[in-house]
Nanobody, 124 residues
Framework: QVLLVESGGGSVQAGGSLRLSCAAF????????MGWFRQAQGNEREGVAR???????KDADSVKGRFTISKDNAKTTLHLQMNGLKPEDTAMYYC??????????????????WGQGTQVTVSS
């Protein structure tokens, strides 16, 4: 099992930037694939980006060119650099991990472990 702890959320004006981080503690086999999801109020949880241990990444179309997913060299901390934020990016952001990645970003059912979430609010 793995414990995922997110940090870095907050409030920002449109056009601003935030950097989310997710520290992983425990079974690193279950962090081969790590990703970020978000869930706005009243919406389903959607995949934002994911990265595997070979540093291959996939991004959702809605964030391409604005968000960048990365891992640190020890591969125990996941990051999401968010630039050019828009009000529609407002959501609770979750870190997730899995033993393997699917070809695309994936959906919530493709991931096994979840963090507690961190709120991102973008005002216009």
């Amino acid at each position: 099992q793995v414990l995922l702890v997110e940090s870095g959320g907050g409030s920002v004006q449109a056009g601003g930037s935030l950097r989310l981080s997710c520290a992983a503690f425990g079974d690193t086999d279950s962090t081969y694939c790590m990703g970020w999801f978000r869930q706005a109020q009243g919406n389903e949880r959607e995949g934002v980006a994911r990265i595997d241990s070979a540093v291959s990444t996939k991004d959702a179309d809605s964030v391409k060119g604005r968000f960048t997913i990365s891992k640190d060299n020890a591969k125990t901390t996941l990051h999401l650099q968010m630039n050019g934020l828009k009000p529609e990016d407002t959501a609770m952001y979750y870190c997730a991990s899995a033993y393997a990645c699917v070809p695309g970003v994936g959906n919530a059912n493709d991931f096994h472990y979840w963090g507690q979430g961190t709120q991102v609010t973008v005002s216009s």
